[in-house]
């Protein structure tokens, strides 16, 4: 069974930024991918930005060149930085794993989820 643990969030004004954090626990494995999703009210979940093992990344459109998401220093651990944030940024982030490499879909596990708030 794998945990994940995510910290930061909050709220923020439009240009600020934040840094979302994440750790995994149990039996993550080696190889895998762990990312960022966020679901606005009435939206759908929607993929952010992932990063496999390996280091290969993947980002929304919409986040591209503001947002980055890196390894942490521990094992298993993942931190998307969040500049030039816009009020559409809003949102319940979520911190996703899943086994192998899987940039394009989301994993087996969830985190609980962290508020961002942008206001404008």
């Known amino acids: 069974q794998v945990q994940l643990v995510e910290s930061g969030g909050g709220l923020v004004q439009a240009g600020g930024s934040l840094r979302l954090s994440c750790a995994a626990s149990?039996?993550?494995?080696?190889?895998?991918?762990m990312g960022w999703y966020r679901q606005a009210p009435g939206k759908q979940r929607e993929l952010v930005a992932a990063i496999t093992s390996g280091g290969s990344t993947n980002y929304a459109d919409s986040v591209k060149g503001r947002f980055t998401i890196s390894r942490g220093n521990a094992k298993n651990t993942v931190v998307l930085q969040m500049n030039s944030l816009k009020p559409e940024d809003t949102a319940v982030y979520y911190c996703?794993?899943?086994?192998?490499?899987?940039?394009?879909?989301?994993?087996?596990?969830w985190g609980q989820g962290t508020q961002v708030t942008v206001s404008s």
């Open positions: 996703n794993l899943g086994a192998g490499i899987i940039l394009l879909r989301p994993g087996r596990y």
């Open positions: 149990g039996s993550a494995g080696s190889i895998n991918t």
